[in-house]
């Protein structure tokens, strides 16, 4: 069970929208700023956001990010066939000292 | 171009023990924080291990704490993970990853570690 909690699943029909959301608590998300990686198949994981809601150079305005509290999201909008990956929301965890913490990772499937 | 260029898994039997290694290169290497990160076969993201540019502070997963190290060499542009008393359940692809404003902003490839006998 990962420190992060993510739906193991989410689907839209291209064109359309989603949210994947990302829980945490206070010595995590609630106090450390929140990335988010999309793994497409049998590749390596790439940065999305990070800092919350910051999109690295050559990341689509399509991928934004969010976070509330003790609570993140992250938002895909125009889905397209290429958007079918793992995403991963990950932070920091304060509580003992600073170790890094993902998600549990979340299927993505466009209809 | 930021390159990370992980190398040194493989095959080994339970109780063994295994070095990878992650050649940087594209970037003062010497500047950053790096980290391990694993992927068990079919699962999630697990973060391994961090250690700060200079050496100074280094932290471990529970996981693997006391079996694991982690290491670096700014002269070379190089990243270390000395693996001893492997279990099956640290068969895995291990990421090496470079951190950068507070997230794990670039990856290498991986490499895959198989603990088995």
Known sequence: ?111 | EVQLVESGGGLVKPGGSLRLSCAASGFTFSSYSMNWVRQAPGKGLEWVSSISSSSSYIYYADSVKGRFTISRDNAKNSLYLQMNSLRAEDTAVYYCARVLVSSWYTWGQGTLVTVSS
């Open chain 1, 1 to 111: 069970q990962s420190v992060l909690t993510q739906p193991p699943s989410v689907s839209a029909a291209p064109g359309q929208k989603v949210t994947i959301s990302c829980s945490g608590s206070s010595s995590n998300i609630g106090n450390n700023y929140v990335s988010w990686y999309q793994q497409l198949p049998g590749t390596a994981p790439k940065l999305l956001i990070y800092e919350n809601n910051k999109r690295p150079s050559g990341i689509p305005d399509r991928f934004s990010g969010s976070k509330s509290g003790t609570s993140a999201t992250l938002g895909i909008t125009g889905l397209q066939t290429g958007d079918e990956a793992d995403y991963y929301c990950g932070t920091w965890d304060s509580s003992l000292s600073a170790e890094g913490v993902f998600g549990g990772g979340t299927k993505l499937t466009v209809l």
